[in-house]
């Protein structure tokens, strides 16, 4: 084996190989491997086409990947070595693409000649390559078994309901519930403030159907699975740290709390069925809406990809510095596309759930993409072309406004929908899980800020009051319908830093 290891290059496969297990440790059940297909083969092409090339100019298999392996390494971990040193200190001139270039090019030039000059077979480099990515293989691998034997830790307050142990109320009555979550819809107050619009449209709509509107709501977090993991859990989040950044691997497992929320298993136990037509898949209850790749998961793999963090990064620049103009074709604009045919695939579903008959009560759950940019429809709903170009913040506040305006006629469309086929009695929850985003710290309050509309079917609305929040939401529910006496949680909201 040790001679196997010596003359072998491994590490054409194990380099790669580590980086994919290492992301299915870090993001264990949130990747969705069709969206990365491409991404994946893509890595594990680098190592090859890269010692291809070096083998191509020297002719001998075994001092091509000599040649190749620093290449290598810098092709997939340049990104690691970049985001340490700007976490380290963003301001010091060595994390600059300025200074790190350069020095790789030159760093590479004497490794290639020290490689030229050497008389040695690197069988000692070609071992300790080989074994050191086996072992990082390893580890990685018994992170995900002992994940997967462990399982998730759910940290729980003084205050969390305890769902194994709810009893349910056989002498309750039983309306359907529906929760429609519009992404980003920030409150009536800051629309007027902020964006000078005034939504008395809607609000006035919804007092006509007998909603109670919460004015001064706010969501409890400002990024969507946090926010409404916290809601269907009716319970803050705990270990969250507010002092630091939010990147994707931060980020992506607070989907987790939502798959696995409370709430369901409750509403199972009072006899719901369970209609999910969101952008989560709860345990035993998929969501029927074809997914899309909406948390980008593409960009966890492109980060070991030297190129596309260049062009990401800097690649604008260097573009106008060739004075090359690259030709962006709405069409290839995926993202938009997928996100637009998974808001109109949730609207027809939501719809067609709120015609179904059904014996038991349902509860029913639409998480649609708007208001929330990327800004695709104008005020009546009609598909304008996108633009990469970046807007200005009044460009951005009007096309904000205008797909806000087109969402109030899906709310409208909804509302009326259930108010006219329903054979239950129902409540109806329209809900935002934050406002709209500014990305200034100034303003980072106003984030929280948020739709929070109310129907109760009795219109006994004692226990809501002007200021709720999200978090409350269903605590709400289970008193005022099936019995319950949850204390309200304080309304507090915690602002997570985004990248």
């Known amino acids: 084996m040790k001679k196997i290891f010596e003359i072998i290059p491994f590490f054409l496969f194990t380099i790669p190989l580590f980086l994919i297990v290492h992301i299915e440790n870090v993001y264990q059940n949130h ?9 994946i083969i893509e890595l594990f092409a680098a190592s090859l086409i890269i010692a291809g090339i070096f083998f191509l100019l020297v002719r001998n298999l075994h001092r091509a990947c000599v040649y190749a ?9 340049f990104c690691d070595l970049k985001d340490s040193l700007y976490n380290w200190n963003d301001k010091i001139f060595i994390s600059k693409y300025a200074f790190l270039l350069p020095t790789i090019i030159i760093l590479l030039l004497l490794i290639f000649r020290w490689i030229r000059k ?10 300790f390559v080989n074994v050191t990515f086996v072992f990082f293989i390893f580890y990685e691998v018994t992170g995900i078994a002992i994940s997967d034997i462990l399982g998730n830790r ?20 039983h309306p359907d519930i529906y929760y429609f979550v519009f992404d980003a ?18 609000d006035s709509f919804l007092k006509r159907k ?40 931060d980020y992506l497992p607070g989907v987790s709390i939502v798959n696995e929320n409370k709430l369901i298993p409750i509403l199972r136990k009072e006899g719901y069925e369970i209609f999910n037509h969101s952008i989560f898949k709860f345990k035993d209850f998929p969501s029927t809406i074809p997914a899309f790749d909406l948390w980008e998961l593409n960009l966890v793999y492109e980060r070991h990809n030297i190129f596309k963090n260049i062009d990401k990064d800097i690649g604008w620049l260097i573009r106008r510095y060739l004075h090359f103009t690259k030709i962006q074709n709405d069409d290839n604009f995926t993202y938009e596309i997928e996100r637009d045919k998974h808001f109109t695939n949730t609207v027809t579903a939501l719809l067609q759930t709120i015609k179904s008959k059904n014996k038991s009560p349902k509860f029913t759950y639409g998480h649609l993409l708007l208001p929330h940019k990327p800004y695709t429809y104008d005020h009546a709903g009609n598909k304008i072309p996108f633009t990469r170009k970046k807007m200005t913040i009044a460009e951005d506040k009007n096309a904000y406004i205008n797909q806000l305006r087109f969402t109030n006629k899906i709310v409208d469309t909804l509302v009326q929908s259930i108010l006219l086929y329903a054979k239950k009695p129902s409540i ?25 509309a109310i129907y109760f079917y009795n219109q006994n609305y004692k226990l809501l009051n002007d200021s709720l929040s999200n978090v409350n939401t ?16 304080k309304d507090t909201s915690y602002f997570l830093q985004y990248k």
């Open 31 to 39: 990747i969705i491997y069709k969206f990365v297909k491409s991404e």
């Open 474 to 489: 269903f605590r709400v529910v289970l008193n005022t319908f099936f019995k319950k006496r949850y204390p309200l949680l």
């Open 118 to 127: 050497s008389k040695s077979d690197f069988r000692k480099l070609f071992l």
């Open 428 to 452: 109806i929850i329209l809900q935002s899980d934050h406002g709209y985003k500014y990305f200034d710290d100034r303003k980072k309050d106003l984030e929280f800020a948020n739709l929070n």
């Open 154 to 173: 759910k940290n729980q307050s003084k205050h969390s309901i305890n769902s194994d142990n709810y009893i349910s109320c056989d002498s309750c009555v």
């Open 185 to 202: 819809y920030t409150s009536s107050r800051v629309l007027q403030s902020e964006f000078n619009y005034n939504n008395a449209h809607l």
């Open 210 to 249: 007998h909603f109670y509107i919460v004015a001064n709501s706010r969501s409890n977090y400002n990024l969507t699975p946090f926010s409404i993991g916290s809601t269907l859990n009716f319970d803050y989040l705990q270990g969250l740290n507010t002092k630091k950044a939010y990147y994707l691997n």
């Open 69 to 77: 392996l620093p290449v290598i390494l810098i092709f997939y971990f």
